[in-house]
């Protein structure tokens, strides 16, 4: 009998936790019961329930939700990874933010977690060439949860987008695996040039709320970004930076992932 992959019993096992917190919704708050059902448990699988998830996220007056359904159906059954790292997401919001007390709550009420899973689905398409259906997804996903993020970007898995009002990602943008954003964190260009124009985030970084990044430069893996700053140069790995226009004010220590601590301090050298 074949074996099921790590990546699968982990979504498994996700769905379990969800669908026993749901239960435990349904006792506690009666009147959100149809929220739940709808949201969780009218779905056999994660799958069909982030379908749905993402499919209600962007339902609109233009396109009939059952054609939106298939739109978000067809992505998902095409594309195994979006599932898996969506996922990966679940955990690193549950891991890292200290409200996030059960698996549940960014599937039911955290913005920055729906637009993520949105602009799966977009980015999907993109590479389908399906570009104008890309483009139509951001701009609902922009219009409704105030998060820009181009369909054309690239994001890893196991990213949080804590708040996440006011976030924007460039098209030529690229985020590394394990990478925490707070809001109003902006990954853009410095002006009209074409072409790779847009910041590439390495594996466990985190950037702090506001932080503006710009350019086609490099954040290391494992640095820190400080809140508010403007970063329009690279960062060494495991630096931290911060300031108008960002210096390396600190080392981030050997056995500490930034996105992970979500430990905003900035140790020096001294």
Not at 39 to 68: M, R
Not at 246 to 254: D, L, N
């Amino acid at each position: 009998m074949k074996q099921k992959s790590t990546a699968v019993n982990k979504t498994d096992e996700i769905w379990e936790k969800i669908i026993f917190e749901s239960i435990e919704i349904k006792k506690k708050e009666p009147l959100l019961n149809y929220f739940i059902e709808k949201k969780i448990s009218d779905h056999n699988s994660f799958q069909e329930c982030l379908s749905y998830l993402v499919a209600d996220n962007l339902e609109c007056s233009f396109i009939e939700f059952s054609e939106i359904k298939k739109i978000t159906d067809f992505a998902l059954d095409s594309d195994e990874k979006i599932i898996f790292s969506t996922v990966e997401d679940i955990l690193a919001n549950f891991d890292r933010d200290p409200a996030c007390t059960r698996h549940i709550n960014p599937v039911l009420y955290y913005k920055g977690f729906q637009a993520l899973q949105c602009y799966r689905i977009a980015n999907f398409y993109s590479k389908k060439g399906n570009l104008d259906l890309a483009y139509f997804i951001q701009m609902l996903v922009s219009n409704k949860f105030s998060v820009d993020i181009h369909p054309f970007a690239t994001i890893g898995k196991g990213i949080l987008m804590d708040h996440a009002h006011g976030i924007v990602i460039g098209e030529t943008a690229k985020i590394g695996d394990n990478v925490s954003l707070l809001h109003s964190v902006t990954l853009g260009g410095t002006g009209k040039e074409e072409g790779d124009r847009h910041p590439k985030i390495g594996n466990g970084v985190l950037l702090g709320a506001g932080a503006k990044v710009l350019g086609n430069i490099k954040i290391g893996d494992c640095a820190k970004v400080a809140s508010g700053s403007v970063v329009l140069t690279d960062v060494p790995e495991r630096k931290t930076v911060a300031g108008i226009p960002a210096k390396i004010v600190g080392e981030v220590p050997k056995e500490i992932l930034p996105s992970k601590s979500m430990d905003h301090e900035i140790i020096t050298n001294e």
